[in-house]
Structures are given as structure tokens and as C-alpha cells.
């Protein structure tokens, strides 16, 4: 639709809600640099207090990239270039983006659901699934994904995430010692 809008664009650029870009006299200098380039996407650096990751969020137009997934999509394929470093977003939260993003949640859980049952092997709907549990607050149901999302392949971040997360969860669930060498020991042992 985008493109469909603005034919003649040559990147788009995707923020999320309550995302303050920082630098946009920069970004635009950075694009008309890039602008004969064949770098498809651009990883852009989203922070706050207590979030710091990239995001491939700039993006060619014209190039036939996709996003892939049920939800929490990932650019297929995604490039590893990024933006200067004075060019980011931060992430801010206000109690109505916060309600928002519980209301998505609780979509998100029933998408993911839904795609784990289709496959119990994929590993990145398992991982989300997880994660959105978690920011449910249904640890229970969080450990559970986590537990099952250990035992299959995937994206050396998501695989470390995924036993630190466990990690943490036994702590949060269990006060029991045994548990917490437990998974101590698988994360020294997978990293």
C-alpha cells in the first residue's frame, strides 16, 4: 500500500508506536548517500532505560524483501547494515501505550498458539509465544514455552535469550536450589 501511495520513494521507514527518532537531519543525509546502494534493509537501533537492540526498520523500496511470521515478523532476507550510530529511535511507554500493547498481547498469544499447534517445531513462534506470556505476567505458561523453545534449533540470540529467560524464571517461581543450579548449568553448558 506504500508503495502503492508513494511510487517514487526509494526507502520507507517502519517506527512502532511511542518510538522518538533521534537525528532525522541524519537519516535523511544517510539515505541520499545510500540512495544508488543495493542494500535492501537497515538495522536501526531502538533503546531506552532497560531495552537496547537493533531492528532492520529502514528499508528499500523496489526490492522484494518480505516480512515473515505470524506475529513479531522478521525481514526475509534482512541485511546486517546499519544506520550511524546518532540515528536511533527510543523507546518511551505511557500507561496508554502500555494498555495497548496488553490488548496486542493477548491477540499475539492466540496467533502464536495457533501457529505452534500448525508446527511445534518452529522455533521462533515458540520463542515469542514465551516472551509474550511473560509480559502477560503467566510465568507458568513462559517457563513452559521457554522450556520447549530450548529444545529445538535456532538464531544464536534467541537460543541464548531463551536459557537466560528459563534462568530467571526459575528464580522468579522457585525458591528451590536445585532448580537454580539446574539451569545455571545448562546456560555454562549451551554458551
Not at 537466560?164 to 528464580?171: F, G, P, V
Not at 536445585?178 to 555454562?188: I, R, T, V
Amino acid at each position: 500500500l506504500a508503495l502503492e501511495k508513494f511510487p517514487q520513494a526509494i526507502f520507507m521507514l517502519m517506527p512502532d508506536a511511542e518510538w522518538y527518532m533521534h537525528n532525522v537531519e541524519g537519516l535523511i543525509t544517510f539515505c541520499k548517500q545510500e540512495k544508488y546502494n543495493t542494500t535492501t534493509s537497515y538495522l536501526v537501533h531502538i533503546m531506552n532505560t532497560a531495552q537496547d537492540f537493533y531492528t532492520p526498520r529502514l528499508i528499500r523500496c523496489h526490492c522484494g524483501i518480505r516480512f515473515a511470521g505470524v506475529v513479531h515478523e522478521v525481514l526475509m532476507p534482512a541485511s546486517m547494515a546499519k544506520v550511524p550510530p546518532d540515528v536511533y529511535f527510543e523507546l518511551t511507554q505511557t500507561r496508554y501505550g502500555y494498555e495497548k500493547s496488553r490488548k496486542r498481547w493477548e491477540r499475539d498469544k492466540k496467533l502464536l498458539q495457533k501457529e505452534l499447534e500448525k508446527n511445534r517445531y518452529d522455533s521462533r513462534s515458540a520463542f515469542y509465544l514465551a516472551q509474550t506470556c511473560e509480559s502477560l505476567g503467566e510465568l507458568e505458561e513462559a517457563f513452559a514455552y521457554y522450556a520447549h523453545r530450548s529444545a529445538l534449533p535456532g538464531w544464536d540470540d534467541e537460543n541464548f535469550i531463551t536459557v537466560y529467560r528459563l534462568a530467571q524464571l526459575t528464580k522468579k517461581l522457585s525458591e528451590n536450589p536445585q532448580l537454580q543450579k539446574n539451569y545455571s548449568w545448562q546456560l555454562a553448558k549451551q554458551y
